[in-house]
């Protein structure tokens, strides 16, 4: 009995095994409940007693570097110079919420490799010059060589271009039109077809000759690489860690002259846009990042009744190698008078093109080329088959019905087919230029520079060019970034776009592959 007693006195029960157990889990569920309570209790107090701070907010203005074009000694009492209503040109922030001026390297004076340097030919304004440069400069490039006319000609913009450290300004003097006439490009076969005709052609020729001279320029400042861009383009470089235009030329081979960008063309989904690089997000992809069977698979919807795939070019643009020989190949390519360039072309990096985005483009195309509108008489104006149908429509239709045509032709408007390409890889989302702008006119530097001119300028003159400035005023709405880039750029050497004998003649805008083509293909 004695036995049987102890074993029953010292044996623990099944209910009190469980009746343990659950005081152990209810310990635990208490624990994890007030831990994150207590944790968040304790930043709540630290944060409203000030002892954590805002990176962008410790990022001052005191303890950042400028960024080019911003008046040092004058940055930090922008606010207070901002009375006029021309100081708020393209907006300005009383905090810096741009938070990687830290890191980035704005010295362009210094050994930084390689130097990068972008020519153009325009006639635009501040609204669309500034964000494009500044863009630019922001992944990598060093020195801008801008033959201008028009707007950009203007004394008010030129004077606010001129204050950008390594802007080169070239205007279109006819001294300039006298050293032209002297090239060695009219002696020269490979344009001869574009010559002495009027509008696309004519504008053809003078982005070869402002680009033969911007290689000399660039010989003399030591570039290592030149690229050829209007301003309604933006390189999209894709596929390295850093968004970096430098870094991506730094990884090409040594025995690689120029690279190939391909394009990717601006779908927008409204037509009341006003600032196309903050407002345009969709683009449709080039043909060299597409599959074929996708692209052709889906030619017919990707159109949508259009005469091409593309409304404008799809042939991209490239960079060149800065050395001896180099020279124009027409606006799209780069060649050498003493060999055959090695090119090749980016699997990822791109060059976005804004085409279209504005409903005023129909006119502004229309009122810079006096052709008559026949379909005989535009193929002399234009080389595109969109191009022609725009100017047509432009110069024979009421407002209305180039706004109905504007919607049908270039406005996508169709939700279910966006979604469809969307999946299949046609249709694409790019942000990037959009988040970097907006910090960069949040961080105050446009308002920054053009204030600073504006204290340069005589009352007589400022108030002259107000109206112009003023127009840089509008867009720049803002989206969240996300992450873009992959470790390393790849390229590859497939040249599908390129024309038969490019040795021999200037490769011009190219439309891409139509359905018709698709055997060549295969």
């Not at 707007?151 to 050293?179: D, F, M, Q």
């Not at 497939?494 to 359905?515: E, H, T």
Request: hydrophobic residues 35%.
């Amino acid at each position: 009995m004695t036995g049987l007693y102890s074993s029953i006195k010292y044996s623990p029960s099944s209910s009190s095994l469980s009746q343990s157990s659950q005081a152990f889990t209810s310990r635990i569920l208490l624990l994890l409940t007030l831990l994150p309570l207590s944790l968040a209790a304790f930043a709540f107090v630290l944060q409203w007693r000030g002892e954590i701070s805002d990176p962008t907010i410790r990022w001052s203005s005191i303890n950042r570097l400028d960024f080019p074009g911003m008046d040092t000694t004058t940055s930090s009492s922008v606010t207070s110079r901002t009375s006029s209503s021309c100081a708020d040109i393209l907006g300005q922030s009383r905090s810096i919420s741009f938070p990687y001026f830290r890191d980035w390297k704005f010295n362009y004076e210094s050994d930084l490799k390689p130097k990068i340097c972008i020519t153009s030919s325009t006639s635009a304004g501040l609204e669309q010059i500034l964000p494009w440069i500044f863009y630019h400069k922001v992944i990598g490039v060093t020195n801008f060589f801008l033959f201008v006319e028009g707007k950009a000609a203007s004394p008010g913009v030129s004077k606010v271009l001129e204050s950008i450290p390594n802007v080169k300004l070239i205007h279109r003097t006819k001294e300039l039109e006298e050293e032209q006439a002297k090239s060695r490009i009219w002696n020269e076969t490979w344009l001869s077809s574009f010559f002495y005709k009027p509008c696309n052609y004519e504008l053809f020729v003078k982005q070869s000759l402002n680009m033969e001279m911007a290689i000399a320029m660039a010989e003399e400042t030591d570039m290592d690489w030149i690229l050829h861009l209007d301003t309604d383009e933006l390189i999209h470089p894709a596929g390295t860690r850093e968004y970096s235009l430098r870094q991506l030329l730094s990884g090409v081979p040594e025995n690689v002259d120029t690279v190939v960008f391909p394009n990717y063309e601006s779908s927008v989904e409204r037509d009341d846009i006003k600032e196309p690089f903050s407002e345009v997000s969709m683009f449709k992809k080039n043909f060299d990042h597409l599959m074929k069977e996708t692209y052709f698979g889906n030619y017919k919807e990707s159109t949508r009744g259009n005469p091409n795939y593309f409304l404008t070019y799809g042939n991209g643009k490239s960079a060149a190698r800065v050395q001896p020989h180099l020279r124009p190949n027409g606006a799209h390519r780069w060649h050498n008078y003493m060999k055959t360039p090695v090119e090749v072309k980016f699997d990822e990096a791109a060059v976005l093109h804004y085409t279209y985005t504005k409903f005023s483009d129909l006119t502004s195309r229309r009122d810079r080329c006096g052709c008559k509108p026949t379909k005989e008489e535009v193929k002399r104006c234009f080389m595109l088959e969109f191009d022609r149908a725009a100017f047509i429509i432009a110069s024979t239709a009421t407002e209305e019905e180039m706004l109905n045509w504007y919607r049908e032709h270039v406005v996508w408007t169709d939700k279910e087919l966006q979604k469809k390409l969307m999946k299949k890889g046609i249709l694409i989302r790019i942000y990037a230029p959009m988040v970097i702008m907006q910090g960069l006119r949040e961080a105050g530097v446009y308002a920054s520079l053009i204030a600073s001119v504006q204290t340069n300028l005589s009352k007589d003159t400022f108030l002259s060019n107000n109206e112009i400035i003023n127009n840089s005023s509008k867009g720049f709405e803002g989206v969240s970034s996300r992450n873009i880039g992959n470790e390393e750029p790849r390229m590859a050497a497939r040249n599908v776009l390129q024309i038969d004998d490019a040795n021999l003649w200037a490769v011009p805008p190219l439309s891409p592959p139509m359905v018709d083509d698709i055997d060549h293909y295969i």
